[in-house]
């Protein structure tokens, strides 16, 4: 892909499945030296196994002391973090807006990447990183004028999904200016609608009211991108040279991994 990260040190969360693993590989490919923080680090372990350059630690963005204990680790090894790809996420179907699905999302998606950036600073100062959140077009999700026949649907029901992944845009164009003084710079990305684990957890009405499948579970919708795709926009947002931090870098069609 002509990026060259030879002796670069990124940190992908969740970068053993889906978008996540595709981005691992395309970093790789790239000459990176890659970490993996993993909640099932054994599945992550297998699912890098061919790949030389990768480590495996563990992480669960939802347990803020799993979340410090994790950057404990990596900052007593004394390296500096040039990439650090926010990707890991959950998109859960709350059947209540308050209670545990609301929470975890809101837990994962936000707080522990909060967390991670916090604790980890010393290192991502030290490297003057790039920082990129995985957001999603799904941030739109928390807006009722964004579509009132899709709210009418029931998609009010991703707001937690939607107002998690608002933050997340937040949260980088905040930390892109306050990171200006040691050279730490911050993107969210929306990787496009992509079929991957974290769709195909989904109960099956759901997956039907989003039109991508019908009444007998048969796929409907043909648009999705791949992870490879989804990957290209994060190791963009991590790269490219000149990007002004807009709120949010929309790349669907971006291919450079
Ligand atoms: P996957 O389910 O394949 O990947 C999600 C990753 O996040 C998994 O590795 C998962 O680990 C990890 N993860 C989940 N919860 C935690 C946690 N508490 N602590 C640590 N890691 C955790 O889905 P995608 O590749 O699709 O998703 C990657 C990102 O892209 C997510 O943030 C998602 O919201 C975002 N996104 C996805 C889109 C899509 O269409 N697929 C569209 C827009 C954005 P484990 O498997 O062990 O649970």
């Not at 916090?118 to 579509?147: C, E, K, M, Y």
């Not at 930390?175 to 993107?187: H, P």
């Not at 039907?208 to 990957?231: C, H, I, R, S, Y």
């Not at 870098?249 to 450079?256: F, G």
């Amino acid at each position: 892909n002509g990026i060259d990260l030879t002796g670069k040190l990124a940190v992908v969360t969740g970068g053993y499945s889906g978008i996540g693993l595709a981005t691992t590989r395309a970093l790789v490919a790239a000459g990176a030296h890659v970490v993996v923080p993993a909640r099932r680090p054994e599945a992550a372990q297998a699912a890098i196994a061919d790949l030389d350059d990768v480590e495996v630690d563990e992480l669960d963005l939802s347990d803020l002391d799993s979340v410090r204990a994790f950057a404990e680790r990596f900052l007593a090894s004394d390296r500096a973090i040039d990439l650090l790809i926010n990707n890991a996420g959950i998109m859960a179907c709350p059947e209540t807006r308050v209670g545990p699905g609301w929470e975890a999302q809101f837990a994962t998606n936000h707080l522990g990447h909060y967390a991670l950036v916090n604790h980890l600073w010393p290192a991502l100062a030290q490297g003057g990183a790039r920082v990129v959140s995985t957001s999603s077009l799904g941030h739109q999700l928390s807006d009722i004028r964004w579509d009132d026949v899709q709210w009418e649907r029931g998609y009010d029901k991703w707001q937690a999904y939607g107002q998690a992944k608002t933050a997340n845009i937040l949260f980088a164009v905040q930390l892109d200016a306050l990171g200006k003084d040691s050279g730490v710079r911050a993107f969210a990305v929306h990787p496009g609608n992509i079929m991957t684990d974290l769709q195909r957890h989904l109960p099956q009405k759901e997956m039907v009211a989003f039109g991508w499948v019908d009444e007998q579970g048969n796929m409907l919708a043909t648009d999705f991108k791949t992870p490879e795709q989804g990957a290209s926009t994060q190791v963009w947002a991590a790269t490219s040279p000149q990007l002004a931090n807009t709120g949010g870098v929309y790349c669907e069609d971006t291919d450079v991994a």
